[in-house]
């Protein structure tokens, strides 16, 4: 098969499912690991070879996407039509390379390791007669009910795609190659399979081209991913792509890159980087960015990456988290695991526990709770539709530019919308929509009092 040198990234969908993390950027633009999605799919196809990319974007968001792909000169912005789904973004997309040319297709919101990227471009290389290939991955503890579902023969050819089953194995990931010689266009109206009395998605999406192609005898080979394939589809995946990428970089970090110690700070690491103070405690592997100042008897539990210009104050806690560029623990502060955007603040004395959006600014004394009494996991809901994750339940999801007063407590697996205010003394027990101030109405009793209550 001839090489694939472009590529296209789908990044025009609405992204409803992330919510609270859909109002103010695309969910390209998601961080792992500090680096925005889109940015990290460019890098790894450039590393196979791919030297043309086309970032499908909606027009609301196409400009965010260009000032992220500023320093990628091989990737082209093109913003697609809102209302034709990732098959008409496709349709656009493949405009922009010559007839006849092999490509690949990515879904934008998709977070590949590195090695189940190269593993699929070496698989696919080994089935050169193939008219697409797929990358698939095994569901293991998640339901079929809530993906997109590959059904193989014994030999790995992909025989049917269903939509939203009931039983599989085998999780539609988000990355296709297409050869030059694949149709180029749907052989069908609608091409994923549902269970009986289900129904198709209102918009038409790419992979139910490549479901018409298998109906049609088309030969589409699914290969299966060897290392972690993450969709984030909803908001709790975004905890779990970060959670990859720090194995990930722990994993082909040299020793001399880490910072590990479970005694104070020693005179070579102080010698590193002096903004860490000697009573320090890091458990590593943790990586501290330029700038970024610990101050005494902090401790920092790893994996964690703290980016550039943070501040984790005198005694405050971190554990197992993705602290965003710009962003401050304070004093006595514990963020108990899970991923800050850039510019967070967390006062004095909180207890946090999820995944907060940038510009939040958390009060003093706010706390989540993270254990419910029954010992049970959350259901959340997304849209109309409720799901209990596998992992990350009970964490808290508060959207970007939020805040809460002093005291605010935040039941187990709460959602606060982006641009929203809950006041003093609430109590989070439902989920906040977006744009809402939530402030709480008390009732005063007052009584006269003096020294005459004293029997004076």
Not at 5 to 25: E, H, K, N, T, V
Not at 146 to 166: K, L, N, Y
Not at 355 to 371: H, K, P, S, Y
Not at 426 to 447: G, M, Y
């Amino acid at each position: 098969m001839p090489p694939i040198d472009s590529a296209l990234i789908l990044a025009g969908g609405r992204g409803r499912r992330m919510a609270p993390f859909d109002q103010a950027r695309p969910k390209c633009l998601l961080p792992v690991a500090l680096e925005p999605l889109v940015l990290r799919a460019c890098r790894q196809l450039m590393e196979q070879g791919v030297g043309h990319i086309v970032v499908m974007a909606d027009r609301r968001f196409a400009p965010m996407i260009e000032g992220a792909l500023a320093e990628v000169p091989e990737a082209t912005v093109v913003v697609a039509s809102g209302d034709e789904g990732s098959f008409g973004a496709v349709h656009t997309g493949q405009t922009q390379f010559p007839p006849g040319q092999g490509y690949v297709v990515w879904e934008g919101d998709l977070w590949v390791s590195d090695a189940a990227l190269q593993r699929f471009f070496e698989q696919m290389r080994e089935y050169p007669t193939e008219s697409a290939w797929m990358l698939v991955d095994s569901l293991g503890a998640e339901r079929p009910q809530h993906w997109t579902v590959a059904e193989m023969s014994d030999s790995g050819r992909v025989q049917a795609i269903w939509g939203h089953p009931r039983t599989g194995t085998w999780r539609v990931s988000g990355v296709y190659v297409v050869a030059g010689d694949a149709p180029a266009q749907s052989l069908g109206r609608w091409g994923i399979r549902g269970e009986v009395g289900s129904m198709p998605p209102e918009q038409y999406d790419w992979v139910e081209v490549i479901a018409t192609w298998v109906a049609a005898g088309i030969p589409v080979r699914a290969l299966a991913a060897q290392g972690p394939v993450i969709n984030l589809d909803k908001p709790w995946h975004l905890w779990e792509a970060n959670r990859a990428a720090l194995d990930e970089r722990a994993a082909r970090s040299s020793e001399t890159d880490r910072q590990e110690t479970s005694v104070p700070a020693s005179s070579l690491l102080r010698a590193k980087d002096p903004n860490i103070a000697p009573s320090a405690i890091l458990r590593g592997p943790v990586w501290v960015g330029q700038r970024s100042m610990i101050g005494p008897g902090a401790i920092i539990e790893g994996p964690t990456v703290i980016g550039n210009d943070c501040r984790i104050d005198d005694y405050a806690k971190v554990s197992h988290a993705v602290i965003g560029h710009g962003s401050v623990i304070s004093h006595t502060a514990e963020f108990l695991g899970g991923v800050l955007f850039n510019q967070v603040y967390l006062m004095h004395n909180c207890e946090i526990y999820g995944i907060l959006g940038e510009n939040v600014d958390i009060g003093a004394g706010t706390v989540f709770g993270t254990l419910r009494f029954d010992d049970g996991e959350s259901a959340h809901r997304v849209g109309q539709h409720w799901e209990v994750p596998v992992e990350g339940a009970n964490a808290a999801y508060l959207g970007d530019f939020c805040r809460t007063g002093v005291n605010v407590i935040v039941l187990p697996g709460k959602h606060i919308g982006a641009y929203s205010v809950v006041g003093p003394g609430v109590v989070v027990d439902r989920d906040i929509e977006p744009r809402t101030q939530v402030v709480l109405k008390q009732q005063w009793v007052t009584q006269a009092w003096g020294p005459e209550r004293y029997g004076w």
